[in-house]
């Protein structure tokens, strides 16, 4: 990532190391703008996610009013879990705060056919590429359907930039 911290960015804080597999196939997409994003190590679990924002990234995304954040947990079948993340969010950030993850689990992917971790990844970049949404309707992810569209409508042109 360059220097400019004014610059649009965004930070992506997996669970665990089956989401981070998620978000390495999505970074292998070509028209993906890779100097935007930035992987940060996994945070070892969903509530985890919360704390690494509060203690690493909460104070920077004040100073940065570019900085945008995705969480990308295990909603381990819970219907609260979105809730539970973006209630710890302040008001004033979360326009900026991405909630996005497996309905059960990111190993879950490849048991329901989906393909590798890295391959459904590639599909997701894809998909939001192409605007096309067959793997985020199946049902292992048709539950972000609110948080895509919010971060497609803030972020997209910044991922996929026009060449």
């Known amino acids: 990532m360059s220097g400019n911290k004014y ?13 981070a597999d998620l978000v390495n196939g999505f970074l292998l997409h070509p028209a993906l703008d890779q100097r935007v994003i930035r992987v940060q ?16 990234f ?6 940065y ?3 945008h954040i995705v969480f990308l947990i ?24 991405f909630v996005l993850g497996i309905w059960k689990e990111a190993e879950e992917v490849t048991r329901v056919g ?5 391959e459904v990844g590639f599909k997701l970049a894809s998909e939001c590429f192409d605007e096309d ?11 972000n359907a609110n948080e895509l569209a919010k971060l497609e409508a ?3 042109q910044f991922l996929f930039p026009p060449r």
Do not use: Q, Y
């Open 154 to 156: 803030r972020l997209r």
């Open 41 to 56: 190590s996994c945070a070892g679990g969903w509530s985890k996610v919360r704390e690494k924002f509060h203690s690493d």
């Open 58 to 63: 909460e104070n920077g995304m004040k100073r």
């Open 7 to 19: 610059g649009t960015r965004i930070l992506v804080i997996p669970e665990d190391d089956a989401n």
């Open 114 to 118: 989906l393909g590798t971790r890295e």
């Open 74 to 97: 295990d909603f381990d079948e819970r219907d609260d879990r979105l809730e539970k993340m973006t209630s710890a969010i302040p008001e004033a950030l979360r326009e900026r705060v």
């Open 65 to 67: 009013p570019n900085r």
């Open 133 to 143: 949404k067959d793997v985020w309707n199946h049902d292992m992810l048709k539950h």
